[in-house]
């Protein structure tokens, strides 16, 4: 379901009763696995990817630097 017909991991696992990381690890897995039959990115698609990345890189870090300050500014909050 979630290769076929490319719907959210989330949305599946909830609907077939499945833990979301299981099921996430097992279309890896497939993904992985059969990763000879998908076709080559476009040149497209492929600076979208490396636009993506660095996105995700800058949220990951900024992610990172709002936690330190947290930790910093509030030392004794445990949240998570």
């Known amino acids: ?17 499945v833990n979301e990381q299981s099921l996430r690890n097992w279309v890896n897995e497939y ?7 998908e076709p080559p990115l476009t040149v497209s698609e492929r600076a979208r990817l490396r636009e993506l990345e660095k996105e995700n890189r800058k949220l990951f870090f900024a992610a990172l630097k709002n ?4 930790r910093t500014v509030y030392p004794t909050c445990q949240h998570a």
């Open 67 to 70: 936690e330190h300050v947290h």
């Open 31 to 37: 993904r992985a696995a059969h990763a000879e039959g």
């Open 1 to 17: 379901m979630v290769v076929d017909t490319s719907r959210p991991v989330a949305t599946v696992a909830r609907e077939q009763g």
